[in-house]
């Protein structure tokens, strides 16, 4: 689980479903309190995961036996940028 503080976001990885989701934990706000980020489609086996709030990042690692990366997306999930070991 990750914590974006400054919107005050929790992030976490279900790894028995593929998926990266995201959480409010303001209970000031009205409207969706859950949902997905990524999901099967783009992951294999999510396993750590972490957010830059600043830059607006979030960074996890897919141990997938295929494509096993570091990752890199903005909040929302968008512009995925891979960083496969060597």
């Known amino acids: 689980m990750a914590l974006d503080w400054l919107s005050n ?7 028995a479903r593929a998926k990266i989701e ?21 992951l294999d086996k999510p396993r750590g995961i972490t957010v830059h ?3 607006g990042y979030l960074f996890y690692t897919d141990w997938s ?3 096993a990366c ?3 997306t903005n ?3 968008t512009n995925q940028v891979f960083f496969n070991p060597v």
Do not use: A, Q
Request: net charge positive; glycine share 8%; hydrophobic share 30%.
């Open 9 to 15: 976001n929790l992030y976490f990885v279900d790894g």
């Open 22 to 42: 995201v959480v409010r934990t303001d209970i000031n706000h009205t409207g969706r309190m859950r949902r997905t980020i990524l999901n099967s489609t783009v």
């Open 53 to 55: 709030p600043v830059r």
């Open 65 to 67: 036996t295929e494509k």
């Open 70 to 72: 570091v990752c890199r």
């Open 75 to 77: 909040l929302d999930g």
